[in-house]
């Protein structure tokens, strides 16, 4: 069976509700991005000229590239608004205590 495997990537207390924390996971760069809902994990590449995403706007559901403007679905990774049309990597988040891990 293909079993996922988490690892620890940061501390609850480092991404406060509204933030954002970049983290490193063989060599991927991922942002994690703590909304009001859930924190969420994807790829801090753009889909569409390859900027970095950890400046971009963080809301509940979206994050948005701070070069052309496109917003990007936190859950699903889908581009939803041009001119981006390419989704992003995301990655299955949990808590565990006071660590936050990701699926690799
Ligand atoms: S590089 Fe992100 S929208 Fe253009």
Do not use: Q
């Not at 590449?45 to 400046?55: G, I, N, Q, V």
């Amino acid at each position: 069976m293909d079993e996922k495997h988490f690892i620890p990537v940061a501390r609850l207390d480092d991404i406060p509700t509204g933030t954002k924390k970049v983290v490193e996971v063989n060599g991927t760069e991922i942002v994690l991005c703590h909304t009001k809902d859930r924190i969420f994990a994807v790829h801090n590449l753009c889909s569409h000229a390859h900027e970095k995403l950890e400046d971009g706007r963080l809301r509940n559901c979206w994050i948005s590239c701070p070069v052309h403007g496109a917003r990007f679905n936190l859950e699903t990774g889908e581009a939803m608004n041009p001119p981006a049309t390419m989704p992003i990597n995301t990655y299955e988040v949990r808590i565990v205590g006071d660590s936050v891990e990701i699926a690799v």
